[in-house]
Structures are given as structure tokens and as C-alpha cells.
């Protein structure tokens, strides 16, 4: 299908003046700076925060760009993935008209986000695999569907999708498709960034909250095409990320060794819990993972949550999520960690086996 950019952008977002900030209408080099308002006296910290941020971040997406192999033009960084997704919901969703389609179970701020912008859900469930369902897919939507949200991993089931039929239903769509990949360095699969190009309207998202270990900075990504890349940079506030985050992030990206060993660490440990978990008698099923998480279905969801509390433990039930009957999702942990939750485990199967 026909993609036309320009026809799914709201109008009053295609005639929006954006805000003009001081730094960044002067980007270069002076001597003196009195073009915004900052305090020349200093701060009470030590750390000289007086200056407002980058508002386009161009450092990082300069390193970001030499690790994607891709242009920074195409790289937009938000306040947290989360910032993305309000972002593209804002832009192309009239309130009241325009709707989103999701791909239940899914990870839940699509729908917050939406609702917030008094933006309709639809929805393709993924089917009993926890695969995507393209012809229920293509079923869903309508004249004024303009995103569709799918992730890959997904949360909380943990799996990728199948690549050619997310590849299907962008070719298909002649909306926006989103891949959130925030899990995708846990998984052998490689991201979709390497189809943006043959896809003008592919939206991938990952962030630096999971694999990079930095959700307290909340600091997310978004690749697309430099057309929607510029769209976000209109709309979003101007200084986004912060100067602290900025550095921080930075510094991160000097380290993806520390990166790679933390992954490998999870993974390892991920596997250990895949084995360990069916040899409880309340374990029905544990999900295969591409994530670090997994996603298990037990004899009574409620009733072991209710007991990992006692113990100070904490979950997330899922059992009241559709196609996740009965079903906790648990974050990959340290050895330490997981040795600890697998003995709650052996204690409660005690406390329920008479
Ligand atoms: C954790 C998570 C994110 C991360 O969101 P941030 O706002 O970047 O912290 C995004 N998408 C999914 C599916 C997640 O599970």
C-alpha cells in the first residue's frame, strides 16, 4: 500500500509553529552567553548545571549512530520509550476519531496512552502461541487506524514475534506500525532498524531501561524514517533529556562491554530458571523467553503471589490479563536472587502439597 506521511499527520500538528528555545535557535560557540535566562551565579552544587541541555541530544545520537550503522537524522531520544509512545499517539490520533490497534496480551502504556488522548483501541488478539495473527490484524483495522503497536519480544510473554509477519502487516498497513523492542538485546534476533529504510513506515522503539540497566535515568529511543524523526522533534518539549542524563548516557554507551557480560549473566540465569521452574508440581507451563522475564502458568497465580509476598518477594500477576490465565511474570534475577526465590517455591510447594 501506498504510504503517505502526510496524510496521517493530525493538521494541527503539520501547522504547529514549534517552540523556538534560546539554545536552540544559538547552537554555536560565544563568549558570553545572556540569551536564556540562566543563572550566571552558579548553582548550590558542585556539578555546573546552569546551562540548559542539548535539546537534540546530538552527542548521543552521534555514538548511537556509529553502533545502529545508521543516520542520526533518524534517531529521536525521549524521556523514557514512554515519551515515544505519547509522542506518536499525539501526532497522528485526533482525539475522539482516530484510533490504535494493540496485539493483547501486550505491554499496557499503549492503552494508557491512548486513553489519555481520548484515542480508541482496537484490537487482534495474538493467538495461542503468543504469535501475531496478520489476518486478524488486518480484520481490526479501519479508515482511521493510524498506528499499530507491536512488541517484539513481547511483554509479558517473552517471545519474539515471527519477523515475516511483522514484515507482512507493515507492507500491508498504510498507517504507522510501532515494534517496541525493548527487549530485543536479550534475544538472538537482530532489531528492525536494518528495515527501516525499506519501510517508510516502521517505528522501532528501544530504550535504556532493560539491557543497559539505566530505567532510573529514563531515557528511550525511537528510529524511524528523518520525515518522522522531525515530527517528534516538533512536538516533543524542547529540553527533554536532561544535562545529567545526557552525561550519564554517555558514559554508558563508553561501556557496552559491561553491557554485553550483563546480558550474557541474565540469559545464563534465565535458562537455569527455565529448567528449574517445571520441577514444581504447581508449575503448569513456563513460556519460552527471548526477554528477561518469564512467563509461567501455576496452579493458582493469586494464591503463590499472595505467598511470595509473605516472603518479600514480589511479582507481577498477570492472571487477570487475556490469554495469561493463572500466569506470574518474573524478572530474571541475580544467582542470588533466584536462589532465594526458588526456595520460596520449594516452601510454598510444601505448604500446598498435604
Ligand atoms: C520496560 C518497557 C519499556 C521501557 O519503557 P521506558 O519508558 O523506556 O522505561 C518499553 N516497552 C516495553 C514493552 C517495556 O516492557
Redesign the pocket.
Known amino acids: 500500500m501506498a504510504f503517505d506521511l502526510d496524510r496521517l499527520v493530525r493538521d494541527n500538528i503539520k501547522s504547529l509553529i514549534p517552540y523556538s528555545s534560546a539554545r536552540g535557535e544559538y547552537g554555536g560557540d560565544a563568549r558570553i552567553f545572556l540569551d536564556a535566562n540562566e543563572n550566571a551565579f552558579g548553582s548550590p552544587l558542585e556539578k555546573d548545571y546552569t546551562r540548559y541541555p542539548d535539546p537534540l541530544q546530538s552527542k548521543i545520537k552521534d555514538r548511537l549512530a556509529a553502533i545502529k550503522n545508521i543516520t542520526p537524522s533518524r534517531i529521536f531520544v525521549g524521556n523514557?520509550?514512554?515519551e515515544a509512545i505519547d509522542l506518536l499517539i499525539r501526532i497522528f490520533c485526533r482525539p475522539g476519531e482516530d484510533n490504535i490497534l494493540l496485539c493483547p496480551p501486550t505491554?499496557g502504556?499503549y492503552e494508557v496512552s491512548a486513553a489519555i488522548n481520548d484515542v480508541d483501541v482496537r484490537r487482534a488478539n495474538l493467538n495461542g502461541d503468543f504469535e501475531l495473527d496478520v489476518d486478524a490484524v488486518l480484520n481490526a483495522i479501519c479508515d482511521s487506524t493510524k498506528l499499530i503497536f507491536l512488541?517484539s519480544p513481547n511483554?509479558p510473554t517473552g517471545n519474539l514475534l515471527d519477523r515475516e509477519a511483522i514484515i507482512e502487516t507493515v507492507s500491508a498497513f498504510d498507517g504507522i506500525v510501532v515494534i517496541?523492542e525493548?527487549?530485543i538485546h536479550y534475544s538472538d534476533e537482530s532489531s528492525l532498524i536494518e528495515d527501516l529504510e525499506a519501510h517508510p513506515n516502521l517505528v522501532v522503539?528501544q530504550?535504556f531501561?532493560?539491557a543497559w540497566g539505566l530505567?532510573g535515568l529514563?531515557v528511550?529511543l525511537a528510529f524511524a524514517g528523518e520525515e518522522i524523526i522531525a515530527l517528534f522533534n516538533k512536538v516533543k518539549p524542547p529540553y527533554n533529556i536532561s544535562q545529567a542524563s545526557q552525561e550519564t548516557v554517555l558514559k554508558a554507551l563508553a561501556n557496552k562491554e559491561i553491557v554485553e557480560k550483563n546480558i550474557e549473566q541474565t540469559i545464563a540465569e534465565r535458562k537455569r530458571l527455565e529448567l528449574e521452574f517445571p520441577r514444581f508440581r504447581f508449575v503448569e507451563k513456563v513460556y519460552p523467553s527471548d526477554a528477561n522475564f518469564l512467563l509461567t502458568k501455576v496452579s493458582n497465580a493469586t494464591d503463590l503471589y499472595g505467598f511470595l509476598l509473605s516472603e518479600r518477594i514480589v511479582v507481577r500477576n498477570r492472571s487477570n490479563v487475556v490469554l495469561c490465565d493463572e500466569c506470574l511474570r518474573v524478572t530474571v534475577g541475580t544467582p542470588e536472587e533466584n536462589h532465594a526465590l526458588l526456595s520460596a517455591f520449594e516452601r510454598y510447594e510444601k505448604s500446598i502439597v498435604h
Do not use: F, P, Q
Request: net charge neutral; charged share 25%; with cysteine.
Open positions: 523514557g520509550s514512554d505491554y502504556m512488541c511483554n517496541d525493548a527487549y522503539l530504550t531501561s532493560k530505567a529514563r528511550g
